[in-house]
Nanobody
Framework: QVQLVESGGGLVQAGGSLRLSCAAS????????MGWFRQVPGKEREFVAG????????YYADSVKGRFTMSTDNAKNTVYLQMNSLKPEDTAVYSC????????????WGQGTQVTVSS
């Protein structure tokens, strides 16, 4: 199994930046893809960004493209989400997730970290 722990959330003013971290432990050698998701109470979970655990070109939701950057550091078993030019509509609980090769849905989830952007 894989355990994921996010950190780095907080309160920031519109236009500011935050960097989220997601530390993986356990069977990290089994991870194929990692993703970031966000959810606002009463709404469905939204995909934010994803990439292969081994690296490669991340892909992003249109709503964050050009503002958010996802990266991986396999030496530290950590993925990051650098969030710039934050907007109030980015306010949500952000979670990282992982899945193994051949599994179509994300199966490992962190507990989430709150990001609040004030106007």
């Amino acid at each position: 199994q894989v355990q994921l722990v996010e950190s780095g959330g907080g309160l920031v003013q519109a236009g500011g930046s935050l960097r989220l971290s997601c530390a993986a432990s356990g069977r990290t050698d089994s991870i194929y893809r990692m993703g970031w998701f966000r959810q606002v109470p009463g709404k469905e979970r939204e995909f934010v960004a994803g990439t292969r655990w081994s690296g490669g070109s991340p892909y992003y939701a249109d709503s964050v493209k050009g503002r958010f950057t996802m990266s991986t550091d396999n030496a530290k078993n950590t993925v990051y989400l650098q969030m710039n030019s934050l907007k109030p509509e980015d306010t949500a609980v952000y979670s990282c997730a992982g899945r193994r090769l051949g599994i179509n849905e994300y199966e490992f989830w962190g507990q989430g970290t709150q990001v609040t952007v004030s106007s």
